[in-house]
């Protein structure tokens, strides 16, 4: 451990967080279904925390927040690459695999911030792009100068670039082909993202091995598991699209087996931007695993068009659809996360629809899809925020949260690339807002300067200084979820309901069953909700503990809704229900009491007012004291 990282407590930008009461970790060997109830948290490191004064968060910044983040209720840290990087792709272009980047700090550092998270009951994913390298990898320099070289072969070279003409362009807006024309070696490389990101070639047997190697490396840290990027392109093959070949599910079961025998327990994580029928195959079979999670990319537009609709029927048809998953399996859901808001599986129309609603102008957009936070999405709506959350954490699957998402961050379309949804976390009112002592005009990416939306009046100090904050609300149904077991592993089975704009559906495990809720509508409505061989069976919300009225003897029950609102409702067996309200069982729900010690010195305090009406102003411009929103009105 790196001499210079305190164990103890460390006080930054006011804020002084106890040590959680929380076990240590077991190791992956011991508890192989953990990654089943977690909640993951992605943080950019270079975003997050700075330690040291130089504008770039770093592993030790981490460190000092770590506090925060098991108080919140963070289960497992996704870190996006932090090894050595030109960084023309937020480090997605690898110069070094086996090191980290030297303006996050050493690799002592990195492994001091392993084991802080797992003291804290925190683990570790870590990404590891084995599709591509930089152009700056050595590997890759070797193989320009020395085609016949032990490296020569480890890139895709041809002397012209008619190969693989069916496989699509990704990056459409900065990328005209997949090939490029190299002027040292004198011939074409394939490339399937941008041309200064030269594919491995799989065929070769030492990639295979060498990237094996790397994993093995990783895995030796202490990591409990790692998120292939970019899985889908491994192998090439003409006449094809060069995506979800045999070749490529055949490497991924050789690495889950080589990570079985040796690692056993650590989770890999695949990274597939495919339709439905093609990610389940990244699973595997039960005798032949591939990964135990895969993000369910199709998901996420439907749920932003359900909350611009009203209409349920785009999310009943996605969960009527969800295939079975071999055992252990597990999708990973999501909101929003550090690149855009992918639009390629969904219809044109669709998809027209999505950029007139939440990207009208050009500047929100990046290559097939919007790049814009979750909070700016959603119009500032504090109920829209909250409504999406809840169904986050309620669906099938493993929800991933996006650092400050959380506060309701904005973002700054006019950064180039992604950096807009990559700007510093928000910690306090302060100049450099709590992330850095550097001016904040050295910063790498600059903070939010938009009113409403910068650090003035979204912050972590402010949150956790009001109990009815959004930080508050979302640390209670984080702990809420993990009590109620049956949302990170148990059955859905849709409920019908007599109106369009409410979702509904039990979840189910031996521990727990509740009945979701949703209003996807404008509107407050009364909500008949169908439950065959249910009839005087108990209903109490999860959150307040409140009871309502059993389900009738015609198998139905009633609930008034308002806009945008949400009910977890706990189910009880008739014959349960006397005995708990006898037994005046409270729910375990979580304090909002004031766990830190803040400055109290904001000067945000006089947009505590709820507001009953929707910003329509136009960005950057938008209201955004609508977070504040009274959540008693529900």
């Known amino acids: 451990m790196s001499e210079s990282i305190s164990e103890e407590t460390e006080p930054r930008g006011n804020l002084l967080f ?75 272009d690898i110069s070094a695999y086996t090191d980290v980047n030297p303006a996050f700090g050493s690799m002592e550092d990195f492994t001091a911030l392993v084991e802080a998270a797992h003291e804290r009951g925190i683990r570790v994913l870590v990404d590891i792009v084995v599709n591509h390298t930089s152009d700056q990898h050595p590997w890759f320099e070797a193989s320009r100068k020395d085609p016949q070289g032990e ?42 993202f941008f041309s200064h990101q030269p594919d491995l070639n799989f065929e070769n047997p030492a990639v295979q091995a060498t990237v094996m190697n790397v994993v093995r490396y990783w895995c030796r840290t202490g990591v409990d598991g790692f998120r292939l990027d970019a899985i889908p392109y491994l192998f090439e093959e003409n006449d094809t699209n060069c995506e979800n070949l045999p070749k490529t599910h055949w490497f991924v079961s050789e690495l889950r087996k080589m990570v079985d025998a040796e690692f056993p327990g650590t989770l890999m994580v695949a990274e597939a931007n495919q339709p439905p029928l093609d990610v389940i195959d990244y699973f595997g079979t039960e005798t032949e695993p591939e990964c135990h999670i895969c993000f369910h990319f199709p998901l996420m537009p439907r749920l932003f068009a359900a909350l611009q609709t009203g209409s349920s029927r785009g999310l009943r048809q996605i969960l009527a659809e969800l295939p079975e998953l071999p055992a252990g399996a597990q999708w990973g859901t999501f909101l929003r996360n550090h690149d ?26 990046a290559n097939v899809g919007i790049r814009r936070r979750l909070a700016p999405l959603l119009g500032g709506s504090r109920r829209k925020v909250e409504l999406a959350h809840a169904l986050l954490l309620s669906m099938p699957g493993s929800p991933f949260l996006y650092y400050g998402d959380e506060i309701g961050m904005g973002d700054n379309i006019w950064l180039p690339d ?129 009871w309502f009225p059993t389900v009738g003897a015609d198998e139905t029950v009633t609930v008034t809704m308002n806009r945008h609102g949400f009910y977890w409702l706990e189910l009880f067996a008739p014959e349960q229900v006397e005995d708990i309200k006898e037994l005046s069982l409270e729910v375990a729900t979580v304090s909002t009491s004031l766990p830190v010690i803040v400055d109290t010195t904001s000067t945000i305090n006089d947009l505590d007012s709820p507001d009953s009406s929707e910003s329509q102003l136009s960005y950057p411009a938008l209201d955004f004291s609508l977070l504040k929103e009274d959540d008693n009105e529900r």
């Open 340 to 365: 855009e808001l992918t639009l390629e599986m969904v219809t044109d129309e669709e998809r027209e629809d999505m950029y007139s609603w939440y990207a009208p102008e050009s500047r929100m957009r």
């Open 151 to 192: 490296y020569g072969d480890f890139y895709v070279w041809r002397d012209s670039d008619t190969d693989y003409q069916d496989a699509r362009i990704i990056f459409i807006d900065t990328e005209t082909s997949n090939w490029t024309y190299d002027e040292v070696r004198g011939q074409y490389y394939w490339h399937r």
């Open 418 to 546: 992604r950096f807009g949804v990559r700007t510093p976390m928000q910690w306090d009112t302060s100049s450099t807002a709590g992330f850095s002592t550097a001016e904040p005009d050295s910063f790498l990416v600059p903070l939010i300067d938009s009113p409403g939306w910068d650090n003035r009046t979204i912050n972590v100090q402010e949150s956790l200084g009001r109990p009815t904050s959004l930080l508050h609300w979302l640390r209670e149904a984080l702990h809420l979820r993990r009590r109620l077991t049956c949302f990170g592993q148990g059955s859905l089975s849709q409920v019908r309901t007599d109106q369009d704009s409410v979702l509904a559906f039990i979840r189910r495990d031996q521990k727990s069953t509740v009945l979701c809720v949703y209003n996807l509508g404008e509107g407050a409505l009364a909500a008949k909700l169908f439950l065959p061989g249910m009839a005087s069976w108990g209903l109490r919300e999860a959150f307040d503990g409140g």
């Open 18 to 92: 106890p040590r959680p009461c929380s076990r240590p970790v077991s190791s992956p060997s011991e508890s192989p279904n953990w990654y089943r109830s977690a909640v993951f948290y992605e943080v950019l490191i270079q975003a997050f925390s700075d330690s040291n004064g130089d504008g770039i968060g770093d592993f030790r910044g981490l460190i000092s927040r770590l506090d925060y983040l098991a108080w919140l209720g963070v289960d497992c840290l996704w870190l996006p690459p932090f090894y050595p990087s030109p960084m023309r792709d937020g480090g997605y």
